[in-house]
């Protein structure tokens, strides 16, 4: 059966680090197939719960908490007396998010090859069918640290994207304005620390414009990696 509905997080309040852990164990995190009644707000969901969930067993979060599923930001996060503005947001090729959508409708046994879609790059109309017909030649597939650019150009436009929105927040006047990325690009496994030695230099406005996002997380399926402008780290995800 679809998923029709579009999904929104009740409330949580939490007094406690374990209080907050079992109340995100109940939510419905699960996300469908592209195609498969799958919407934004499910990647919301699954996301901000696996970054609040991986912050308090590191015991980086201050309670009592609420989180709450809102617009404009996403989730408002509010604890020791702050109120943190959570926007979350999905990076993928756009291709490669159609064309997942239409193997998972018509071809559910094959996968996408990654490196099929590079980054700036456009295509016809003709090879997308062409792709669907498997009338296509292989990926050229990747050579050197090209996977760390193309990685770090999907992030730096996503973040200058998002962070051009900022003005449009209901609510401008939070303690911090935190950005969440989903990393669902259909990359072979890159090199995380190459990957922020390139993405640096792009996002420098991020930090001195205004208004700006305080900090970045960028979570994939294992980990989520937290961006400052003075420094990063790499955090294992606490799972769900």
Known sequence: MLITVHPKMKPIHASSSQELLDLLRRQGIKVPSRGKGRKKEHVEIYTACHLISTLAAAGLLGFP???THDDKPDFLLQLEGQCIGLEVTEC????????DAW??????EEYIESGRFRYGQTYSREYLRNMRSGNVPPSPGYSGDEVECEW???MADLIEKKRSKI????CLNFDK???LIYDNLFLPMPDMDICIKYLRPRIQQTWCADPAFDAIFIEDEASIIRISETDHEVMS???L
Do not use: G
């Open 237 to 239: 995800i606490n799972s």
């Open 103 to 108: 193997l998972n409708e018509h071809k559910p």
């Open 167 to 170: 003005k449009n927040f209901n």
């Open 152 to 154: 770090a150009s999907y």
């Open 92 to 99: 993928v090729d756009e291709n490669d998010a159609k064309h």
């Open 177 to 179: 304005k935190w950005l």
């Open 65 to 67: 908490l609420t989180l």
